[in-house]
């Protein structure tokens, strides 16, 4: 009956309909979704509507249900109608107009089961959390990241463990992006993937396991079994769950212990530090909110620290991995690169961030056409608070869609990213599409101003971390390619060729879990060979 109520709802869109059984909305299908996988096997393409019912399905489908259907269409299905748009002026109205189109519920409380978060919250709310957690992304903290970026980078075993899977490749830039953010973010210089006197699980467990099953935690984290009525699965989230929660704990101690021993100390705030001070201006007596707009709640201060755990390292972990790959499988631009890095990088002393960073601006073009292809982004869905005015495409001409209140709209990354608005080679990694040359010969970073481009969304709620993960991507490229070429792993008797399809086959598989991720990231990798050798 639902199906029916929304398909005739649907219809007078005038846009093409996908009708799905169930939706990526029903919280009873998130576990039982992979038991169905077989479906999609069934002939006559019975099985076509299963791939949409998970929430990063352009992950999946790339751009290949906008070639067929066009850069508006609509998912129906008994929970709601989702207006898919991939078209540029449409995804332009909504991400300028934030505070009209907010992420609906059910969505944005995907990561908040520590605590409300600038990524949970919407208008005011929104607004607070933003602006004591972004005052962080300043000018000094990104020499920071620079400088511990390269650091870390040098420190990679790359001579020795020269020879790396694309699964050993994610699981090393999971623990550098991580300690990046550890050392920056929170001012913690610790091992991450040990297991600390009273703990039983490393940091990077407990968060990794979180994180795989995030769906799992968000419907289960409530739930008050005892141990031993709970699978295997839920009994270790339950594990994960409170031993990260533990190292938030020590992690906000320690803060506050430092502040109180530096207070006189003049010096740059950082994430953690803004953070605990906006919770220690919570906690101060006969103030009303608005005397103090500056302030964080005990549960926000966990929220904010979870949220931005995940969102500071999945995405660039996810980014290193295909962009490695991508060097490996395209020697022409290793060479275009490395001749960048050669000029500005490798041969300054001090690598001095303010100097050197925005020079390399083919390294910085190189993480663009990464993104492009394999956005940790699929689908931003929103949903407007007063009815708005959509610009649709059909496939005749350009029109305006009225939207209500209760429509969900998806903004589908992959649509835009790969649609031949960026030309005949849209499908191609092709990093040179975002450097333009002045007739000086100066290089700068530019996107087509035909396309829409949105790997960290744009308008005022862009990722804060932007910034961040550029200086990050760029530093460890640069240092990586100023001592090693990067090549494809083969097999024993294998042919350049063959490894190379080998591994942009195992590229093509991905699939969507809080980021893009390989199916089979353990049948191909890439090899390190030092240059000077
Ligand atoms: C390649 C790296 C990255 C990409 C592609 C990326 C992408 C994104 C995208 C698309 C959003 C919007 C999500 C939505 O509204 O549903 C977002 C939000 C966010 N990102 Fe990033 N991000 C990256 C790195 C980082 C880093 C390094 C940090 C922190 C250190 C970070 C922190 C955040 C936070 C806190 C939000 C929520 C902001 C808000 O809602 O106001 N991100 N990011």
Not at 208 to 213: A, D, S
Not at 487 to 514: C, H, I, P, Q
């Amino acid at each position: 009956y639902h199906l029916a109520r929304n398909y005739m709802a649907a219809r007078k869109f005038g846009l093409p309909i996908i009708p799905l059984p169930v939706s990526f909305e029903d919280a009873w299908w998130v576990p039982l979704r992979p038991l169905f996988s077989w479906v999609e096997r069934l002939p006559f393409g019975l099985g076509s509507w299963y791939v949409y019912t998970e929430m990063g399905w352009p992950t999946v489908d790339g751009n290949r249900t906008v070639s067929r259907l066009g850069e508006n269409f609509i998912l129906c299905s008994p929970q709601s109608n989702v207006i898919v748009t991939c078209y540029p002026p449409g995804i332009d109205r909504i991400l300028k107009n934030h505070k009209n189109w907010p992420q609906p519920g059910a969505q944005s409380q995907l990561f908040a089961f520590y605590g409300q978060n600038v990524s949970s919250t919407n208008g005011a709310e929104w607004q607070r959390h933003r602006k004591i957690t972004a005052s962080a992304f300043n000018e000094h903290s990104m020499h920071q990241v620079w400088n511990e970026s390269i650091k870390r980078a040098t420190d990679l075993d790359l001579a020795g463990e020269n020879a790396r899977t694309l699964c050993r490749i994610r699981s090393t830039f999971d623990v550098l992006a991580m300690e990046v953010l550890a050392v920056v973010g929170f001012g913690q210089d610790t091992a991450l993937t040990t297991v600390p006197p009273g703990h039983r699980e490393s940091l990077m467990q407990s968060l990794g396991f979180i994180l795989r099953h995030v769906l799992l935690t968000v419907i289960f984290n409530g739930l008050k079994a005892p141990d031993f009525l709970l699978p295997g699965v839920l009994r270790r989230l339950k594990v994960s769950v409170a031993e990260f929660r533990l190292y938030m704990e020590e992690l906000i101690l320690r803060q506050m212990q430092l502040s109180r021993k530096e207070k006189s100390q003049s010096r740059a705030t950082s994430l953690l530090e803004a953070m605990v001070n906006a919770n220690e201006a919570e906690k101060q007596p006969l103030q009303t909110p608005t005397a103090r707009p500056s302030y964080l709640t005990e549960s926000e201060l966990y929220g904010n620290l979870f949220v931005f755990n995940l969102a500071g390292f999945e995405t660039t972990a996810s980014t290193m991995t295909f962009a490695l790959a991508f060097l490996a499988a395209h020697p022409d631009v290793q060479e275009w690169l490395v001749e960048e890095v050669d000029r500005y990088y490798s041969t300054s002393r001090d690598r001095n961030y303010a100097a050197i960073y925005p020079q390399l601006v083919r390294c910085l073009a190189f993480m663009y056409e990464t993104l492009r292809l394999a956005s940790p982004a699929p689908l931003l869905v929103r949903s407007p608070i007063v009815s708005d005015e959509l610009p649709i495409a059909t496939s005749s001409d350009s029109t305006m869609l009225t939207v209500n209140p209760g429509t969900f709209v998806g903004i589908h990354s992959y649509g835009a990213h790969l649609s031949p608005r960026w030309g005949v080679d849209a499908q191609k990694f092709n990093p040179k599409r975002f450097v333009s040359t002045s007739e000086a010969g100066g290089e700068n970073v530019v996107v087509p101003e035909t396309a829409a481009y949105l790997p960290w969304m744009f308008g005022p709620r862009v990722c804060p971390g932007k910034k961040f993960s550029q200086v990050e991507f760029v530093a460890i490229i640069a240092q990586t390619l100023s001592g090693y070429r990067v090549e494809v792993l083969r097999s024993d008797g294998e042919s350049d060729d063959t490894a190379r399809a080998r591994l942009m086959r195992a590229l093509d598989d991905k699939y969507f879990n809080v980021s893009a991720h390989l199916k089979r990231p353990e049948v191909a990798g890439v090899q390190f060979v030092q240059r000077n050798t």
